[in-house]
């Protein structure tokens, strides 16, 4: 079982940076997709970024100012959001999946983390 730990959630100003830590109590992330998704009040939960085997993606509203990267041996995933906006005010999740076994009946396996508070205002 993997345990994802989020931390540096924060309330900050807007045009500020922050940086957001996902840190697996098991395994290596270099083995899955990792992601991070964001919910605000009274809306859906939305992915922000992933990284998977060294590519990465973001959402169009975060593009060009965030930055997603893994650290191997601190076996941490990092947001980087730099130039936040009101509108980037939600808890932040981490999630992870892999698959696992044969081709012919691979093992799913979905992790998430417990989520941390970005707060943006002025």
């Known amino acids: 079982q993997v345990q994802l730990v989020e931390s540096g959630g924060d309330s900050v100003q807007p045009g500020s940076s922050l940086r957001l830590s996902c840190a697996a109590s098991?395994?290596?992330?270099?083995?899955?997709?990792v992601a991070w998704f964001r919910q605000a009040p009274g809306k859906e939960r939305e992915g922000v970024s992933y990284?998977?085997?060294?590519?990465?993606n973001y959402a169009d509203s975060v593009k060009g100012r965030v930055s997603i990267s893994l650290d191997n041996a601190e076996n941490t995933v990092y947001l980087q959001m730099n130039s936040p906006k009101p509108e980037d005010t939600a808890v932040y999740y981490c999630?992870?999946?892999?698959?696992?076994?044969?081709?012919?009946?691979?093992?799913?396996?979905?992790?998430w983390g417990q989520g941390t508070q970005v707060t943006v205002s002025s």
């Open positions: 999630y992870a999946h892999s698959s696992f076994g044969p081709v012919e009946a691979p093992q799913e396996v979905d992790y």
């Open positions: 098991a395994g290596s992330l270099d083995d899955y997709t």
């Open positions: 990284i998977s085997s060294g590519e990465s």
